[in-house]
């Protein structure tokens, strides 16, 4: 049965463009490197948790990363930025190896991937 009164809608992306930031993969990084940084320090029951929640960050970050690629990137972001793609399949794997590691430098990786996908988020807010 069709609706008079729905009328189809078409965007590029499933929410409106403004509700996109690259910050929310940046946070949950944070608290990646910040267990990396605290885990030598807690007793055993602190390092079980923390490896949970480590864990649990890693695939937020790539949850959150994979919403802006698939979701708000479009085919001209890509033509000019033609290294956007392997960016995002460095970053998600470095959240993987995150989960895997509790070496600082893991997480120091991580972050500065996403500042690299960020600052190409925010030069295509400005176009």
């Not at 959240?95 to 070496?103: D, F, I, Q, V």
Request: glycine letters at 4%; one cysteine or more; proline letters at 6%.
């Amino acid at each position: 049965m069709k609706l008079p009164f729905i009328k189809p809608v078409y965007a590029h992306c499933d929410l409106p463009c403004g509700v996109y930031d690259p910050a929310q993969a940046r946070i949950e990084a944070e608290s990646i490197l910040a267990i990396m940084k605290k885990y030598e320090g807690l007793d055993e029951a602190g390092r079980v948790r923390a490896v949970f929640i480590k864990e649990e960050r890693a695939e937020l970050v790539k949850h959150h990363l994979w919403v802006l690629w698939t979701d708000y990137f479009k085919p001209e972001h890509l033509e000019k930025y033609p290294d956007l793609h392997d960016l995002f399949w460095k970053a998600t794997k470095q959240a993987g190896e995150c989960k895997h590691h509790l070496e600082p430098e893991e997480g120091e990786k991580l972050l500065a991937q996403i500042e690299d996908i960020s600052r190409i988020f925010w030069e295509t807010k400005k176009a």
